[in-house]
């Protein structure tokens, strides 16, 4: 049986290249609404940044994690954008890049 941790990289390991999650929605889809805080302890601890892309979780807004472990802000939306991920007034384009889920 999986922990939480493993519950929600699971899910983050399912983004796909050129897309993003929101915290909200990978807390849903590993299993619990209410996790959304949890899912940003598990970012900020990722055993395995090559294989688990954190740097693909946004608030809900769109916007970057201003404490992302693996090279701060910069770092993440450098990232983004290396997949084509499009920000808008320093925001991640919900409507083109964010991830349905499937």
């Known amino acids: 049986m999986q922990n939480t941790f493993e519950k929600i990289y699971e899910v983050v390991k399912r983004i796909p290249y050129g897309k993003v999650a929101t915290y909200g929605q990978v807390a849903m889809l ?14 900020h601890v990722n055993p395995d940044p090559d294989s688990i892309p954190c740097f693909r979780v946004v608030n809900r807004f ?24 499009e920000f808008i007034d320093g925001k991640v384009n919900l409507e083109k890049h964010l991830w349905n889920g499937e």
Do not use: C, M
């Open 30 to 43: 590993a299993g619990n609404p209410h996790w959304s805080r949890v899912v940003g302890y598990a970012l």
């Open 62 to 85: 769109g916007e970057p994690s201003s404490a992302f472990t693996f090279g701060g802000k910069n770092t993440q939306i450098l990232l983004l954008e290396g997949e084509g991920v």
